[in-house]
């Protein structure tokens, strides 16, 4: 074959991986989307909020809410509200774009510091890595922070190795639109300077070569950063406050050990590559190593194959690809340890928010490492025509692949597998606040249901919550409209008419205040809503509870009535639950109809029989135990459910027993009776 076509087919083949790869991090970033990661924690909506106020017409240089946020990103959300919506997808969706440019970026970056091999194994590993695969999918800031520095640096690398001004005034327009990213970027001007004195140090001479350039660089930075710089001047506690806040120089983080903080923050620091990472559900799969045992691997070969191009280990370059790249080794070298200072200084160390302007470089280690490996096997082949030669070629060419596959491996099983099921990222990611707003939501008819976005229209539902629940979770704020939301305590009673949702805190007095608010009768409903836990809770609790009400409907014949009459049942149904509870069961739904007024409270039990043995049963109050019988008014009309855990219904043979005892003393009231069971599918 012509040398022109060789060259042209590994062009080819050369570009078709690289294709490939984009395709696997798309993928992985866009997999299971809208289930993992779950929730949207606070800082999330907080940056919904803000695209919100941006949308209504402000362009603030800076967001001083929420301890203070660069722009840049938050402009990218309100883009993407815009278009969806109040959603977590919209406040979402900016970061897989950002995070599959950074894909591409970084193997630009590594392409032009050593060539396509290193580039295509940098591209690899960021595509596979847990860390950004999940930065990817979540709505913060810092994604931002690896593309800039990956598209900078490649221009600084360009403008080094070929002159031309206009790299030089690409690489200071995206060097100062760093800043508006996130605020680890104010630790680049250490970086930047580490490597400027290595080149001082080893290349005096040459260093004048890149003075014009570095001049017009400044100037570029300069321009770009002069409006946030001034906004900085004239506002400093509002700038630079959440860095007083979290700094280990700080005596409330280092508690009067600053030294042994500094030296368990460093050990923290460079253990996060791989032995244990951040511990923080939010940003990770708590404790989880950046590297996998077969990438870390690779990680620490690349160290070495760095290390000894800066040190003149030529050997071991040549191997590489990366003979004569000792500067390009030293800037990755010296930009990772700088670009950990903001994680390692701060509080939380490792925190991968804070670290996460390492990534573009720290992920070069183990492509060095891989593309050493494949080069190892081919050049050894390449002296010896034998068998061996052919055996080692091979093994040069799969190891690394079979590396990188388990790789992938474990970041498929930790993240959509045990990250996805965790509670805790269920909760850390405050799931459970954007559950109550989909169900508030769902009740009104549009907006945001927690899967979709609903068409609508409204149904003129009227909304009313406490308070407080807004200011606990912005996600509420964010998702539900305050516009289609009342608050307690009302001015006037609210109409019946189209229905009434209440939202309420359930460790407060509200029943009073809530059943003098519901014109009677009424359809009453009551429900408990999902779950939270804080960072420091020490067990889950409920969010809040759902109050139904609406205008009694017709209704069917009694089923059975108890007492003398008192209290009608109207209809028994059965709802499977496989697909919500992980161990199956059902929901007996249960209408009581109130035809007299009650002077006691009563306990409704619910056996579950097969083949007439009992399987499972519930006891409680009507209404969650908040629908007491007492309070009944003539007419009302009580939707009563009842969940029983590990049943799957068999109609044919399973039957109901229901009935009520005294809550007070236990006595038996009226007669149970016995109900075939109806699937609500069947209804």
């Not at 970056?109 to 695969?133: I, Q």
């Amino acid at each position: 074959m012509k040398p022109s076509r060789i060259k042209l087919s590994a062009f080819v083949l050369g570009n078709g991986i690289v294709v490939l790869l984009l395709l696997l991090g798309a993928g992985l970033r866009l997999a299971a989307w809208g289930n993992v990661p779950p929730g949207l924690y606070h800082d999330e909506a907080f940056n919904g909020l803000d695209a919100l106020n941006v949308l209504r017409g402000n362009f603030p240089l800076y967001f001083a809410a929420n301890n203070g946020r660069e722009p840049l990103f938050l402009y990218l959300i309100a883009a993407s509200v815009g278009v969806l919506g109040r959603s977590p997808l919209a406040v979402r969706l900016s970061s897989f774009f950002v995070g599959f440019l950074t894909l591409a970026a970084t193997y630009d970056l590594a392409r032009v510091l050593f060539n396509r091999r290193v580039g295509r194994w940098a591209l690899a590993v960021l595509a596979v890595t847990f860390w950004h695969v999940h930065l990817s999918r979540m709505g913060f800031r810092a994604v931002l922070l690896p593309l800039f520095t990956a598209l900078f640096l490649a221009q600084v690398v360009r403008g080094v190795k070929t002159g031309r001004l206009r790299h030089w005034i690409a690489a200071g327009a995206l060097y100062g639109g760093m800043w508006y990213t996130y605020m680890a970027a104010r630790f680049t001007p250490v970086a930047l300077g580490a490597v400027l004195l290595y080149i001082l140090l080893t290349r005096r001479r040459t260093a004048l070569a890149y003075s014009r350039g570095v001049l017009v660089f400044c100037a570029a930075a300069l321009l770009v950063l002069l409006p946030l710089g001034v906004y900085t001047l004239q506002n400093p506690e509002i700038v630079l406050a959440r860095t007083g806040q979290v700094t280990i120089f700080s005596p409330e983080i280092h508690q009067g050990d600053f030294w042994g903080t500094l030296a368990r923050h460093t050990w923290n620091t460079v253990a996060m590559f791989f032995i244990q990472g951040d511990r923080i559900w939010r940003h990770n799969l708590a404790w989880r190593p950046v590297w996998d045992p077969a990438l870390g691997l690779a990680c620490v070969i690349g160290i070495g194959v760095a290390l000894g191009g800066i040190f003149g280990a030529g050997a071991h370059n040549r191997q590489a690809g990366t003979h004569g790249h000792a500067l390009p080794l030293a800037l990755i070298v010296l930009w990772t340890a700088a670009m950990a200072l903001p994680t390692l200084l701060a509080e939380d160390a490792p925190h991968f928010l804070r670290g996460v302007g390492v990534l573009p470089t720290a992920v070069l280690f183990p492509a060095l490492g891989l593309a050493w490996i494949e080069s190892r096997g081919v050049s050894a082949a390449s002296q010896f025509a034998s068998r061996v030669s052919d055996i080692r070629q091979w093994a040069g060419r799969v190891i690394p692949v079979f590396m990188l596959f388990i790789g992938l491996t474990f970041t498929v099983r930790d993240y959509f597998i045990t990250y996805a099921q965790a509670p805790l990222a269920y909760h850390w990611l405050e799931g459970g606040a954007v559950e109550l707003a989909g169900a508030l939501n769902t009740a009104r008819g549009v907006g945001w249901d927690g899967a979709r976005m609903l068409p609508g229209p409204d149904n003129g539902r009227t909304l009313i919550a406490d308070r407080g629940l807004w200011n606990s979770w912005e996600a509420l704020p964010f998702l539900v409209p305050v516009e289609r939301t009342a608050f307690l305590p009302l001015v006037a009673p609210p109409l019946l008419d189209a229905g009434l949702t209440f939202a309420v805190w359930p460790y407060r007095d509200w029943q009073t205040e809530v059943f003098s608010l519901i014109p009677r009768p009424a359809y009453l409903s009551v429900r408990a809503g999902p779950e939270v836990q804080g960072d420091k809770d020490p067990e889950p609790f409920v969010a809040a509870l759902l109050i139904n009400a609406e205008p009694r409907p017709e209704v069917p014949a009694a089923v059975a009535n108890y007492g003398e009459g008192e209290i009608f049942l109207r209809a028994v149904l059965v709802r499977p639950e496989t697909r919500t509870v992980p161990k199956g069961g059902v929901t007996v739904r249960l209408w009581w109809d109130c035809r007299a007024p009650l002077d006691a409270d009563y306990t409704v039990f619910v056996h579950y029989l097969r083949d007439g043995e009992l399987l499972a049963q519930h006891d409680m109050p009507p209404g969650a135990g908040y629908l007491l019988t007492s309070g009944w008014q003539v007419d009302d009309l009580i939707l009563d459910e009842h969940f029983l855990p590990d049943v799957v219904p068999d109609p044919a043979r399973d039957t109901l027993r229901i009935g009520f005892y005294r809550s007070d003393t236990g006595e038996p009231w009226g007669t149970w009776i016995e109900q075939g069971v109806i699937l609500e599918s069947e209804r």
